[in-house]
């Protein structure tokens, strides 16, 4: 059974804490930090609650670093000192019927519950995605978008696109969103010693949706060369503070930017075409990802001749298959839009649910 592990000093915590029985859950109790790294190692949980005197536990924050899919909650109240808030805070859990109902939700989700019942509790499993690909031109940056545009409606937070498509000059994702070419991921590069402030001000936001931010590349592979593991690993760490759901663009490369980045995924997607001549690469990629990773596969446009094989694919080399994404005729083609702009995107947004569904 799986286990949540709550970390508080309050004795009139505990004792109701101790009363409570789920479905999906055992409930695993410290009183203090003292032997954290035992209960840590033996419990292996997916869940921790901890008091906010504890949430800077060094412990705890390198057990979350190296379990990506456990989620930590903080019982208290972010204030505007607080640099860790990528972490979820239950502001409503100090008293013993708040903690229960946060209790009764995570258990909730276990059960494959809408994704609307997060909304409901404010709870959002925050997700590091990853979009790859092991051939070009598949469709991967308008899937991405497409995933991103769908879940701002249902989700409370906000989302952020990070695309690491270097090249010279602006990546596609910049011109078909017709962004300004600047800030990008240079400004993080020239002022890395300023780590936090040097993020935020690399980020852009899509002009009119609140809830959707960019990190755009550089726009020369000189300035991109410069870009290394530290500096992706820094740029995730300050995206965790500040989003809710992060999504990566990957290039079709075995770089070490591109590999670094699927392994600090909660989850990873591959996009491919139907084309299963090029299948077999899909069992020499998944050395790369790690074993407790999710994984799933989106197939993108399936036409008539190959729907009825491609249908019958549940799992390639293990992998499952979270969609397939019909090929649209020309004719038949429609642009994302916002109100009277028109992003250079193809509207996919009636494939997305089993997507969604699939990882959420």
């Not at 800077?56 to 505007?80: A, S």
Request: hydrophobic letters at 40%.
């Amino acid at each position: 059974m799986k286990i949540i592990l709550i970390v508080t000093g309050d004795r009139e915590l505990i004792k109701a804490i101790s009363t409570i029985k789920l479905q999906n859950y055992n409930t695993v109790i410290l009183n203090n930090i003292s032997f954290i790294t035992h209960y840590l190692e033996e419990y292996i949980p997916d869940y921790i609650i901890l008091s906010e005197e504890f949430e800077k536990c060094k412990e705890i924050m390198d057990y979350k670093k190296n379990n990506n899919m456990c989620e930590l909650f903080i019982i208290g109240k972010r204030d505007k000192k607080n640099n860790l808030s990528g972490n979820i805070y239950l502001d409503e859990s100090k008293n013993a019927t708040g903690l229960e109902s946060a209790l009764r939700i995570i258990d909730d989700l276990e059960k494959g519950e809408d994704i609307s019942i997060k909304n409901k509790y404010k709870v959002i499993p925050q997700q590091v995605i990853s979009f790859y690909s092991i051939q070009g031109g598949v469709g991967k940056t308008s899937i991405a978008f497409n995933f991103a545009w769908y879940i701002k409606d249902i989700i409370e937070g906000k989302i952020l696109i990070i695309d690491l498509n270097f090249c010279e000059g602006p990546s596609d994702l910049t011109i078909n969103l017709n962004l300004n070419l600047s800030p990008n991921l240079s400004v993080f590069i020239e002022n890395i010693i300023d780590s936090g402030n040097c993020f935020n001000n690399s980020i852009i936001n899509l002009d009119g949706i609140d809830k959707i931010d960019i990190l755009q590349p550089p726009l020369s592979i000189c300035q991109s060369d410069r870009f290394n593991i530290d500096m992706l690993d820094s740029v995730i760490y300050s995206a965790r503070n500040k989003y809710n759901i992060i999504l990566a663009d990957i290039p079709f490369r075995y770089d070490n930017i591109s590999l670094e980045m699927l392994n600090l995924s909660t989850t990873s997607v591959l996009v491919l075409s139907p084309d299963i001549k090029l299948f077999p690469r899909i069992g020499n990629f998944k050395k790369f990802l790690p074993d407790d990773q999710r994984k799933g596969i989106v197939i993108n446009r399936v036409s008539i001749r190959n729907k009825a094989y491609i249908d019958e694919c549940k799992n390639i080399y293990g992998i499952p298959v979270y969609g397939r994404i019909s090929g649209i005729p020309e004719e038949s083609m429609k642009k994302i839009t916002n109100g009277v702009n028109s992003f250079d995107i193809l509207n996919l947004q009636a494939e997305m649910p089993d997507l969604i569904n699939s990882i959420f």
